[in-house]
């Protein structure tokens, strides 16, 4: 327990362990050192840091198990890194964001207390490539002080991989539902895209083989002439790209297809006001930060019946709710949507917008998370 002349609410500092390229980390830790807190984000050397990284939070290089020939060797030159690095922070917590790799590290650190943030993939995919994923995935669930995963079927999942039950919690990412509103339509960003006069569907996941990009493609080959289907290119598998674009030569829809470099994250809500749909249609999924945010936008969403997606369009619209890999679904689904009245359009807009402000605003959640970063620190001896 804290001495009585620590005071229980002086600031935290903290450790992460992340994609220092994500903007779902930047906006992790990022809150955290706007509210006063010390961030310092632990990157492997040799990972390039793209501009976008807060300047807020600080970088911490350690040597990474990988970056050696032989591996037994590698696990412990990285763990004596992880450990002089650590020991220079003096962190209360250290929080690994995404389990396979990140959680490793964590673990591999020897520092408690430790989080882990599951994000879905990493424990849905990634922990049944091999029993050895799967075992490296249960020892650092074991041993994490705490666990959050952001859907009651993913807390669920990383329980049933290893994890402590009673370490384990809901929370969310979060959205800052004061940017992420609904507003009128972007005529500029509209212009400068080439998209007058067209029904927008925005594909905001990365382009990847996960995110089943080519079904969307192939929904688009099927709807209206006036539909155009809007992705970006940010961390994009250019192998993937490539197939997509090639899907959709071959269907005859390039001329409807728009791939923009990088969507600058302050302009985000400019591209779901965009949007006549929202399309979210992975095949393994968590809680989708982009249909929480297109939701606080009110606009439409057209998702893959997931039981993470399901906990928050089940009740709101599962109509848009379809199939793994149903292009035939997912047209009809947008056809829906389409058809809608405006009152019926604006209902559904409101209940969502107002479901994400009582689950998933930011604030709300980052300060749940913070009194359990407080409470792993009072229990330190």
Same mark, same amino acid.
């Given at each position: 327990? /804290?001495?009585?002349?620590?005071?229980?609410? #002086? /600031?935290?500092?903290?450790?992460?362990?992340?994609?220092? =390229?994500?903007?779902?980390?930047?906006?992790?830790?990022?809150?955290?050192?706007?509210?006063?807190?010390?961030?310092?984000?632990?990157?492997?050397?040799?990972?390039?840091?793209?501009?976008?990284?807060?300047?807020?939070?600080?970088?911490?290089?350690?040597?990474?198990?990988?970056?050696?020939?032989?591996?037994?060797?590698?696990?412990?030159?990285?763990?004596?890194?992880?450990?002089?690095?650590?020991? &220079?922070?003096?962190?209360?917590?250290?929080?690994?964001?995404?389990?396979?790799?990140?959680?490793?590290?964590?673990?591999?650190?020897?520092?408690?207390?430790?989080?882990?943030?599951?994000?879905?993939?990493?424990?849905?995919?990634?922990?049944?490539?091999?029993?050895?994923?799967?075992?490296?995935?249960?020892?650092?669930?074991?041993?994490?002080?705490?666990?959050?995963?952001?859907?009651?079927?993913?807390?669920?999942?990383?329980?049933?991989?290893?994890?402590?039950?009673?370490?384990?919690?809901?929370?969310?990412?979060?959205?800052?539902?004061?940017?992420?509103?609904?507003?009128?339509?972007?005529?500029?960003?509209?212009?400068? !895209?080439?998209?007058?006069?067209?029904?927008?569907?925005?594909?905001?996941?990365?382009?990847? /083989?996960?995110?089943?990009?080519?079904?969307?493609? %192939?929904?688009?080959?099927?709807?209206?002439?006036?539909?155009? !289907?809007?992705?970006?290119?940010?961390?994009?598998?250019?192998?993937?790209?490539?197939?997509?674009?090639? @899907?959709? %030569?071959?269907? &005859?829809?390039?001329?409807?297809?728009?791939?923009?470099?990088?969507?600058?994250?302050?302009?985000?809500?400019?591209?779901?006001?965009?949007?006549?749909?929202?399309?979210?249609?992975?095949?393994?999924?968590?809680? /989708?930060?982009?249909?929480? %945010?297109?939701?606080?936008?009110?606009? $439409?969403?057209?998702?893959?019946?997931?039981?993470?997606?399901?906990?928050?369009?089940?009740?709101?619209?599962?109509?848009?709710?379809?199939?793994?890999?149903?292009?035939?679904?997912?047209?009809?689904?947008?056809?829906?949507?389409?058809?809608?009245?405006?009152?019926?359009?604006?209902?559904?807009?409101?209940? &969502? #917008?107002?479901?994400?402000?009582?689950?998933?605003?930011?604030?709300? =959640?980052?300060?749940?998370? %913070?009194?359990?970063?407080?409470?792993?620190?009072?229990? @330190? $001896?």
């Amino acid at each position: 327990m /804290p001495s009585l002349a620590e005071p229980t609410d #002086r /600031p935290l500092r903290l450790a992460f362990l992340g994609d220092a =390229n994500s903007i779902h980390v930047h906006r992790w830790a990022g809150w955290f050192a706007d509210n006063g807190h010390t961030v310092s984000l632990l990157v492997p050397e040799g990972f390039d840091i793209r501009p976008g990284l807060p300047a807020s939070i600080q970088v911490e290089r350690f040597r990474p198990y990988y970056r050696g020939r032989f591996r037994p060797y590698g696990y412990v030159a990285e763990q004596r890194s992880l450990r002089r690095v650590i020991a &220079g922070l003096r962190p209360d917590v250290v929080h690994a964001h995404y389990l396979t790799e990140y959680g490793w590290h964590a673990w591999m650190s020897g520092f408690h207390p430790y989080a882990i943030t599951v994000w879905g993939s990493d424990v849905t995919i990634s922990l049944r490539r091999s029993r050895r994923t799967a075992m490296y995935g249960r020892v650092a669930l074991r041993g994490a002080d705490l666990v959050t995963g952001d859907s009651a079927s993913l807390v669920a999942d990383v329980i049933a991989a290893g994890a402590r039950p009673e370490r384990t919690h809901l929370a969310q990412f979060g959205v800052d539902t004061k940017r992420f509103c609904p507003g009128p339509d972007p005529v500029e960003l509209r212009a400068r !895209l080439g998209l007058e006069g067209r029904r927008v569907l925005f594909a905001p996941r990365l382009i990847r /083989p996960l995110y089943r990009h080519g079904v969307a493609v %192939e929904a688009l080959a099927s709807l209206p002439a006036d539909y155009a !289907l809007l992705m970006g290119k940010y961390q994009v598998d250019e192998e993937e790209l490539a197939a997509v674009l090639a @899907r959709a %030569e071959a269907l &005859g829809v390039s001329d409807k297809i728009r791939v923009v470099p990088s969507i600058d994250h302050a302009e985000m809500p400019d591209f779901y006001r965009l949007a006549a749909a929202v399309l979210t249609i992975p095949m393994s999924d968590a809680t /989708p930060v982009s249909l929480l %945010e297109a939701l606080a936008c009110e606009r $439409p969403v057209v998702a893959t019946d997931l039981p993470s997606v399901r906990e928050w369009l089940g009740d709101l619209d599962a109509g848009s709710l379809v199939p793994v890999d149903d292009a035939r679904a997912t047209a009809g689904a947008i056809s829906r949507v389409a058809a809608r009245s405006a009152e019926e359009q604006s209902e559904i807009g409101r209940r &969502g #917008r107002e479901i994400v402000q009582t689950r998933a605003g930011q604030d709300s =959640n980052m300060a749940a998370v %913070e009194a359990m970063y407080r409470e792993l620190r009072a229990r @330190r $001896p």
